[in-house]
């Protein structure tokens, strides 16, 4: 059991990191990540929090995935919960400001993506699921048998295009995100020696049972 709050803390942890990390990248302001700019174009069209958007999108893409026979666990709900949680209370706290110059827009994107990656790590190595986003790629890659870099790509081209004809930012921060969290992401996966392919999730039924075993009889 502690093992398994050990797991608990380290997908909480991430998840907060990749909302700073969110949060970093949209103050930038000199562009959003492809799902931020979509994020915060719904979210300027509806009136909600990007935050709860955030969940929206999440949810629907859970649906989706479930129905393709792809199976998620307790970390693909709390990444699709928690982080829009997160990322709400983060701006309204109020306590990152937005930047007004390129340079200090560029190097505030990188923390963010710095985050990001940490985050990433984190939650990922809990081992409880990936996010419902990075479960989106893989179901599609599945179906469609192309490369998971090509269905990856293919979904942040739609999620950009839709979230800039909703008033997301489009920008030099947008083709640099594109173009950066992968080795970002790669640089602090071998700096932790984390080899991501030989981890196996687990999903919701699974821990139910692990859960199940604790419980006291009545």
Known sequence: MKVFF?????????????????????QANIGYAPWEVFHVGLAEVTGLGIGFVSIIAGA????????????????????????????DVILLIDFIPKTNGLI????????????LSLGSYFYIKSAFGVGPRDNLMVVLAKKTKAPVGVCRGA???????????????????TIISVFAIGPCIQATFRAFKFDVTALKHETVEETYKFLTKYERPH
Not at 67 to 84: A, D, H, P, R
Request: glycine share 16%; aromatic share 8%.
């Open 6 to 26: 050990l797991r608990l803390i380290n997908m909480t942890v991430g998840l907060i990191f990749y909302a700073f990390g969110i949060v970093l990248l949209i």
């Open 155 to 173: 979904v942040e081209v739609i999620v950009t295009i839709a979230g800039w004809l909703l008033g997301g930012m489009v920008g030099i921060g």
């Open 104 to 115: 200090a827009g560029i190097l505030m994107l990188f923390a963010g993506l710095i985050l």
């Open 60 to 87: 629907v893409i859970v649906v989706l995935v479930t129905l393709l026979g792809e199976k998620f666990g307790i970390g693909t709900i709390s990444s699709m919960v928690l982080t829009g949680v997160f990322i």
